[in-house]
């Protein structure tokens, strides 16, 4: 059967539709390869947020058609936001190109690279003339968000993502989101913790729900009830899946982010003391031209109200610099609010200007240099932060869910712990999708190192 080369730019969503099309890939026979010069079928899944993100899956893609040269049946396709922005100028652009599937597509993979396969294979064969064939499917589709359901899981794995909704309204200024996933549409709370008995069932300990603003899960679909938001009642709701031993989501934001929710940690065990809490500005005049809908006193306030409710909490966050209008007197106030938060870490991101986003076209864009000086600036406070959080730890028995080997040092084992840092600690294969506990001796900063106790 083919072999299919399949690599995913960008967020944790982007993982979890590539794991849907391999799933449905590997259900129909083909065999999945980590080498691009053996496969029959390569696939980019890929990431708009930000311009370098197209540009690396725009280089891979170029590189790769020269493998066809020894292979000519070979079939090439971009999927995901990308593909659903840029649509049939890839196909045009890019000679090779054969399949370009957007964002609430991925349920058809699988059909159009079998269509695509067959043909080549038929030119091979001489039962068909050399006329160049190719799929662009970037239609929105009701219902697609239903269709990211299944899993392809490793052996002995113990964490599992789950997309419990699709799209965004929020019309960040800066954010090609919205018009690469479409509007906000919710699965329904009985499917998801459907799917969350089956991973559990087959091992999972631990699940992440996903989705763009994954706090204002359900608002279009479903009522209130008790004063709880769906989003509250699904968390409950998967909350009580017996076996599931940890639960997590990814990423809210601020707007929707309700006392319903904060007492959500002060109450559910399972749900684990992190919280990924976009910030992008500690500028009250940048959160405004950003749309961001909040003040930088208001998140301060949500930040001190989780920290309340669970004491220990990590937060971290993702802030944009150098977005367009941006002062040092508006830099200074992110880094402010930067310090005074303590976040445990945070992603920092150069403003990109983004295709038909309101930011792109703002007068007043600043000066790359600008851009990677502020960048600069705020990564040395980030990290310093990071490292005294990862310092306060040493010493602490925390309790460690492991994953599995260390990305850096396989001969190691790399687990998280509750607030979602990184622990590495010497152990062999039955720790795998075990939850034991860690005593911490290091900590890098970045990674916490220990050792298990009585395992
Ligand atoms: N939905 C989440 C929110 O906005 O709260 C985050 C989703 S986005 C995929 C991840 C991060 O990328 C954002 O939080 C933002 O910091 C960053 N980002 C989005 N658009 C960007 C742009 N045009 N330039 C730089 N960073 C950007």
Known sequence: MPTVFLKTYGCQMNERDSEQVARDLVARGYALTQDE???????????????????????????????REAKPELVFGFLGCMAQSRGAELTRDIGHVDLVVGTQKFHRVADYVEQIW?????????????????????????????????????????TAFVSIMQGCNMHCTFCIVPSTRGAERSRRIDEIVREVETLVARGVREVTLLGQIVNLYGRHEFAKQEGKSPFVQLIEAVHGVEGLRRLRFTSPHPIGFREDLIECFGRL????????????????????????GYTA????GLTEKLRAARPGIAITTDIIVGFPGETEADFAATRDLVERVAFDNAFVFKYSPRRDTPAATMSEQVAEPVKEERNHGLLAVVNRLAKAKGDALVGQRLEV?????????????????????IVIFEGDARHVGEIFDVRIERSSGFSLYGTPVLF
């Open 401 to 421: 869910l492991c994953e599995g080997p260390s990305k850096t040092n396989p001969s190691r084992l790399s687990g998280r712990s509750p607030g979602n840092k």
């Open 297 to 300: 006193e208001k998140y301060f």
């Open 269 to 292: 065990p399972k749900l684990m003391p992190h919280v990924h809490f976009p910030l992008q500005s500690g500028s009250d005049r940048i959160l405004k031209a950003m749309h961001r």
């Open 37 to 67: 010069k053996c496969a029959d079928v390569i696939l980019l899944n890929t990431c708009s947020v930000r311009d370098l993100a197209e540009q690396k899956a725009l280089g891979k893609m170029g590189m790769l058609g020269r493998l």
């Open 118 to 158: 067959q043909r080549k294979v038929a030119l091979r064969e001489r039962l068909m003339d050399d006329a160049r064939f190719t799929i662009v499917d970037v239609e929105e589709e009701a219902g697609s968000q239903e269709t990211i359901r299944e899993h392809v899981l490793t052996e002995r794995q113990a």
